[in-house]
């Protein structure tokens, strides 16, 4: 099972790439959707299968880390994450993504800078996506070269350039 990390500054593209590229590859999804931004997906009613969202209205941002123990199969998409996971990851996290080969699921976090990003959630994550995030985002606490480097050259690039790298060997998912 697989992990991806998005990283990118306001109105860059994540939202939009995420739903054509990603999404449409997972027959079943939860999206924990904070701006109201997938109004294409219905609410969740405990389905066990499908792709839905889940309003903070309706769950907090715990209980909602919480069914990835709860349930199976799914990708959890975290919408948001910088204003929930603030630099860390729960303890509830932690385990959801270490256990993810057992519950075969796959987790989705949005950040809006590098400097926001949890080092050990950067270490857990397959995939990284990466959009511009502008030229004052601290990159200090990512080591890895292809990376650093990416972010360098997003920063010279069109607004909605994207860069992805398979960052473990562990990615049991061959969806780019």
Known sequence: MVAFLVVGGMQTGKTTYVKTKI????PNVLVYDVQNQ???LPYWKREKKG???ISPIEMNFQQFVKLGQALTGFLFVYEEATQFMRGQISPEMDANIVGKAHTKNRFLFFFHSWRKTPPSLIE???YIIQF???SSDKISKVDNEVVEKNWLDLQNLPRFSVRVHKHTNQAKDNIF
């Open 38 to 40: 997938y109004p294409e």
């Open 23 to 26: 999404i449409p590859k997972y």
């Open 51 to 53: 792709r839905f969202r």
């Open 124 to 126: 857990f994550c397959d």
């Open 132 to 134: 511009n995030t502008g």
